[in-house]
């Protein structure tokens, strides 16, 4: 045994200690965290590699060790540092972490042939911390080929499935506990529960991690950042600008300035409301820039989908920048950057400084203009910004919208974008949206809007002919966007969308459904 790493002295209370996930690449490590946190108990991920000292350093309240690919006995398989079972807080190991326990613990991990990949039926012991509480027959989603034939010695067997005979053991002396299913997907009948019993009754986590104590927390974050100094905002329209502005504000006030730049590729209605909500409803100091003229003479004759993003992403910088002068001393800018941003770039909880992709809707901003970033939303996942977004009074159509890409409309526009056509494409989206929202539907989609190809075909209208345009109807189920599937939009609201677009909208005489999935289409269709 190897030198112990002392907890700190001084102890934080237990709702500031977070849990810590520790990664070793499973596909479902990120979904362990956000299962914390709908737990109400902090938590990040750290990575395997974590020394023991930096883990400590966050004075966890537990571990949890995540799947992961590899087998535990294979060369170059990622493994932790035994120390991290030292540090005197419950650790619990699922699929490859449970694996790993056993095998760093003195228990035994083979291939044994009986591999599980779906449902499989667990039957759990009595007496036992994980399944206090719930049925004996559970069923839990398991994928593995590697199965645990040994538990480390002292540790009692809590589980079994007809291939697994160990699908979970547990060591209350030493805080041990291991599951082979994966309590973190829904598919795992009582898995939030497993979770919640780990959590509340092993760890004696408090359920204290909410929207309220966010935004607590990251408003007394940034006032000692922020000092007296200056805050700039650009604010697009979309949920993460928005929620971090106004947690900016709750914290510095009016240090921070908003920056609206109207570009007039919004849908209908957009620019109104984030002045309405922003200046009148909020009080945020705001700057509301029309520079609608300006974006479609510079777009005037561009028709590929990349010049006309460079083409945005360079006239809003420019505009920007004028805008920001006119205040004079400013230091900080606030952006939205993503707790997922921040793990896909390499970030991580244990003191290792992460770089930051630069896709944001305010992208080279930072570096052009000389400013430091403000993050309110660094730790947070999407549906964690919804719930502050709410609790601090936005407006549901803003918390609850669809993302929408920093270009707008224009990359909705095949071909050239000019006002008759940005005219045409809003009235279409904005009937196709009100059809989805009365039809109960937008919540459950991932985006739906609607596209503006660069043809026209014949039609015939009141016995005349038309040579008109189509409008696409597109609209995708996702969890990320990384890959997207077309919805399958009931046959009746696909009918009333139609129709009101073809007779409300003159310059449309046909509307057809989009119905290619990503891969290999991708959402927008430029
Ligand atoms: P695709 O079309 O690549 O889109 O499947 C994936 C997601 O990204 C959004 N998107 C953009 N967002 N600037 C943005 O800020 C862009 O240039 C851009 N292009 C696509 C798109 O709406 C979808 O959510």
Redesign the pocket.
């Known amino acids: 045994m190897g030198e112990v790493v002392p907890l700190p002295t001084q102890e934080p209370a237990p709702e500031e200690r977070p849990v810590l996930v520790v990664d070793f690449g499973g596909q479902y490590s990120q979904l362990i965290a956000r299962r914390v946190r709908e737990c109400r108990v902090y938590s990040e991920l750290v990575h395997h590699t974590a020394s023991p000292a930096s883990v400590a350093a966050r004075r966890p309240l537990a571990l949890v060790l995540s799947g992961g690919p590899a087998s535990v006995y294979a060369e170059g398989a990622p493994h932790m540092d035994p120390k991290l079972f030292e540090l005197g807080v419950p650790v619990l190991g699922i699929c490859y972490g449970m694996q790993l326990m056993a095998q760093e613990l003195g228990g035994r991990v083979e291939r044994t042939g009986a591999s599980e990949f779906g449902r499989a039926d667990v039957r759990a012991e009595e007496g036992t911390a994980l399944f206090a509480g719930l049925p004996a027959e559970q069923i839990t989603w398991m994928s593995h080929r590697d199965s645990v034939t040994a538990a480390p010695p002292g540790a009692r067997v809590s589980a079994g499935s007809p291939s697994a005979p160990i699908a979970a053991f547990e060591d209350p002396d030493r805080g041990l506990y291991g599951v082979q299913f994966h309590p973190e997907v829904v598919n795992t009948e009582h898995g939030i529960e497993i979770l919640k019993n780990f959590l509340y009754r092993v760890a004696h986590a408090p359920p204290a991690w909410t929207a309220a104590a966010v935004i607590e927390e990251e408003t007394a974050r940034i006032r000692p950042q922020v000092g007296r100094e200056r805050v700039l905002c650009a604010l697009s329209g979309g949920v993460d600008s928005a929620v971090a502005a106004l947690l900016v504000h709750k914290a510095v006030g009016e240090q921070l300035t908003c920056v609206f730049v109207d570009h007039g590729l919004l849908r209908k209605d957009e620019a109104a409301q984030v002045v309405e909500t922003f200046g009148r409803h909020f009080h945020v100091p705001l700057l509301h820039v029309d520079a609608r003229e300006r974006f479609l003479s510079r777009l005037a004759g561009v028709s590929d989908p990349e010049e006309k993003?460079k083409a945005i992403g360079e006239e809003f910088i420019r505009v920007f920048e004028e805008e920001a002068r006119t205040l004079g001393d400013v230091r900080f800018l606030v952006q939205g950057t993503l707790y997922s941003d921040v793990i896909e770039s390499g970030g991580s909880a244990d003191g290792v400084a992460a770089t930051i992709k630069s896709h944001h809707?305010v992208g080279g901003l930072p570096e052009v203009m000389d400013l430091e970033l403000v993050e309110p939303l660094r730790m947070l996942f999407k549906d964690e910004v919804r719930r502050v977004g709410e609790e601090l009074g936005l407006p549901e159509e803003m918390v609850w919208r669809h993302?929408?890409?920093?270009?707008g409309l224009a990359?909705r526009i095949v071909g050239e974008v000019t006002e008759e056509r940005l005219e045409t494409l809003r009235e279409a989206d904005a009937i196709l949206l009100e059809e989805i929202r009365r039809a109960g539907l937008y919540r459950e989609l991932w985006?739906c809007f609607a596209v503006l190809p660069a043809i026209r075909s014949v039609g015939v209208q009141g016995d005349e002919r038309t040579y008109a345009y189509p409008i696409v109807v597109r609209a995708v189920t996702s969890e990320d966007?990384m890959t997207?599937d077309w919805a399958r939009l009931p046959y009746d609201v696909l009918e009333t969308i139609s129709s009101r677009i073809i007779n409300e909208i003159p310059a449309v005489n046909r509307v057809a459904l989009d119905l290619s999935s990503?891969p290999p289409a991708?959402?927008?269709w430029e």
């Open positions: 993003r809707n993302p929408f890409p920093g270009p990359i985006q966007a997207a990503k991708t959402i927008e």
